[in-house]
């Protein structure tokens, strides 16, 4: 499986931003999609994740401002991102793994495949 991460860029406080996650591969619909993100100076951490079957898990910080999704037919999965703030800028990566279970959604180290990551950018 090789992953394509887009939409990130520039937006000002309070706004919204939609970031993508293509998969090649025929079998994505098995597959539990993350989204990880690394702020300048700081490690890597989980900030959403969509199951095969739909279930979704959020980071705590972002509940209520961002939601994961996934189009099968288009083989991508959506992180929408709402009322963005400066603490979202980061480089935002998704990563891809059919193996990944419940338990082990916000670990990274489950995650066999991953994006190039995607610079998003919040002005103050």
């Known amino acids: 499986v090789q992953l394509q991460a887009s939409g990130g860029g520039l937006v000002q406080a309070g706004g919204s931003m939609r970031l993508s996650c293509v998969a090649s591969?025929?079998?994505?619909?098995?597959?539990?999609v993350g989204w990880f993100r690394q702020a300048p100076g700081k490690e890597r951490d989980f900030v959403a994740g969509i199951r095969y079957n739909g279930h979704t898990i959020i980071e705590e910080s972002v509940k209520g401002r961002f939601t994961i999704s996934r189009d099968n037919a288009k083989t991508t999965v959506y992180l929408q991102m709402n009322n963005l703030g400066p603490e979202d800028t980061a480089v935002y990566y998704c990563?891809?793994?059919?193996?990944?279970?419940?338990?082990?959604?916000?670990?990274?180290?489950?995650?066999?495949?991953w994006g190039q990551g995607t610079l998003v950018t919040v002005s103050s």
């Open positions: 990563a891809a793994d059919a193996s990944v279970i419940l338990s082990n959604v916000r670990n990274q180290a489950a995650y066999g495949y």
């Open positions: 591969g025929r079998t994505f619909r098995s597959y539990t």
